[in-house]
């Protein structure tokens, strides 16, 4: 069965900076792009940064590019996004997620999302 399991989340102060990983299992990691989507209280998920299945290629919403950075360590099956200059705004459920279609050769992506792992809560307050 494929998981997909987030943490590093927790309350942190405007300005501040987290980790989130996520570990995976249950499918060929390193051929499938994956994905960070958010949910804020009350409003629907956001894609908010997507890689390839090489990790050569990132892409970013624009709101977060700049403070947001994507990685991926496919030898550990582990995704991880670093937050930088935190905002009230980026408090979130944070969901990583897997693309529908195998891309051994990382030219495919943002095909959709299969599945989603358990989120892991980023609270921005003062």
């Known amino acids: 069965d494929v998981q997909l399991q987030a943490s590093g989340g927790g309350l942190v102060q405007p300005g501040g900076y987290l980790s989130l990983s996520c570990a995976a299992s249950?499918?060929?990691?390193?051929?499938?792009?994956m994905y960070w989507v958010r949910q804020a209280p009350g409003k629907g998920p956001e894609c908010v940064s997507g890689i390839n299945s090489g990790g050569d290629s990132v892409s970013y919403l624009p709101s977060v590019k700049g403070r947001f950075t994507i990685s991926r360590d496919n030898a550990q099956n582990t995704l991880y996004l670093h937050i930088d200059s935190l905002k009230p705004e980026d408090t979130a459920v944070y969901y990583c997620?897997?693309?529908?279609?195998?891309?051994?050769?990382?030219?495919?992506?943002?095909?959709?999302?299969?599945?989603w792992g358990e989120g892991t809560l980023v609270t921005v307050s003062s």
């Open positions: 249950g499918f060929t990691f390193s051929t499938y792009a």
């Open positions: 997620a897997k693309d529908t279609n195998y891309a051994p050769s990382g030219t495919s992506w943002y095909n959709g999302m299969d599945y």
